[in-house]
């Protein structure tokens, strides 16, 4: 099993391009998340979904989009990029919401 | 007043101490709470969670709950070089639509 896997690894953007950030799993979880992670920080949850076709806003939507169509992706897109998204990424899966959360290796992002 | 507060540090300790790391939540109705290590530039790993009032061991790590007050406790004995890390306490919201709430973290130093 590879676990949870996010690419790219690294990315640098330019302010207004835009991007997607990929995520994949493949312990057949329902439960999908994106959190953000600024220097010294602790985790703040972006989006999350319970199962394909179901996404909510987490604490800081704003500046970001999700889909899930399946149950193994949730890829993060970011729209018309901003110095403020300069972040590390991360995409976890989980079993259920009370369960262990499982990260992905994360993706460094700076905007300038 | 934030949902999970943890003792940003660095909490510095000597090889072979007890180091104790504390998190306190303001959602009295949570139920089950998560200790996640992270070593620098990597992503959050699960080491110990809890969902009864009292102590649980595993191993070196000593998670203690105190609903009553609010608390959860991490304690790590006989402390290692190698668990110089940050440390991450988590508490589902139901702000968040049950969804963890991650506290900033606390960075922990051993000197061997």
């Known amino acids: 099993n590879a676990g949870v896997t996010q690419t790219p690894k690294f990315r640098i953007l330019k302010i207004g391009q835009s991007m997607t950030l990929q995520c994949a799993q493949d312990?057949?979880?329902?439960?999908m998340y994106w959190y953000r992670q600024d220097p010294g920080m602790g985790l703040k949850l972006i989006y999350y979904?319970?199962?394909?076709?179901?996404?909510d806003k987490g604490e800081v939507p704003n500046g970001y989009n999700v889909s899930r169509s399946t149950t193994e992706d949730f890829p993060l897109r970011l729209e018309l990029a901003a110095p403020s998204q300069t972040s590390v990424y991360f995409c976890?899966?989980?079993?259920?919401?009370?369960?262990?959360?499982?990260f992905g290796p994360g993706t460094r992002l700076t905007v300038t | 007043q934030k949902e999970v507060e943890q003792n940003s540090g660095p909490l510095s300790v000597p090889e072979g101490a007890i180091a104790s790391l504390n998190c306190t939540y303001s959602?009295?109705?949570?139920?089950?709470f998560f200790w996640y290590r992270q070593y620098s530039g990597k992503s959050p790993e699960l080491i110990m969670f809890?969902?009864?009032?009292g102590d649980k061991e595993d191993g070196r790590f000593t998670a203690q709950l105190n609903k009553a007050s609010q608390y959860v406790s991490l304690l790590i004995r006989d402390s290692q070089p190698s668990d110089s890390a940050t440390y991450l306490c988590?508490?589902?919201?139901?702000?968040?639509?049950?969804?963890?709430?991650f506290g900033g973290g606390t960075r922990l130093m051993v000197k061997p």
């Open positions: 976890a899966s989980s079993y259920s919401s009370w369960s262990e959360q499982y």
């Open positions: 312990m057949n979880h329902n439960y």
């Open positions: 979904s319970v199962g394909a076709g179901i996404t």
């Open positions: 959602d009295r109705g949570s139920q089950s």
């Open positions: 809890i969902y009864s009032n």
């Open positions: 988590a508490v589902p919201s139901i702000h968040a639509g049950n969804m963890l709430t």
